[in-house]
């Protein structure tokens, strides 16, 4: 599985940012899909996954209410709306993709800065 993620930039707080990952390289049936994130100095961090069938989504607590991972089955994207962003949310954002059942990303895309000023 081959992941390009974009979007990422520089935004003020309270605004809204969207990020996208292309996929390509698998058939997408039996994966779950991801954006993990990774602040300087600290590990990095589970933000949401969607499955890729069927659309069941998850969120790390921090996000809940902000943040909505979706997926386009003609595009094979997964895309990230980020809204009322935080300076918190600064950070590297990556695309991940793993097979449903295992039990963590196996996948990485590159990452795209998110930085949001306050």
């Known amino acids: 599985v081959q992941l390009q993620a974009s979007g990422g930039g520089l935004v003020q707080a309270g605004e809204s940012l969207r990020l996208s990952c292309a996929v390509s390289?698998?058939?997408?049936?039996?994966?779950?899909m991801g954006w993990s994130r990774q602040a300087p100095g600290k590990e990095r961090e589970f933000v949401a996954s969607i499955i890729w069938s069927g659309g069941r989504s998850a969120y790390a607590d921090s996000v809940k209410g902000r943040f909505a991972i979706s997926r386009a089955n003609a595009k094979n994207t997964v895309d990230l709306q980020m809204n009322s962003l935080k300076p918190e949310d600064t950070a590297v954002y990556y695309c991940?993709?793993?097979?449903?059942?295992?039990?963590?990303?196996?996948?990485w895309g590159q990452g795209t800065q998110v930085t949001v000023s306050s």
């Open positions: 991940a993709a793993k097979l449903r059942g295992n039990p963590s990303f196996n996948y």
């Open positions: 390289g698998r058939t997408l049936a039996n994966y779950v």
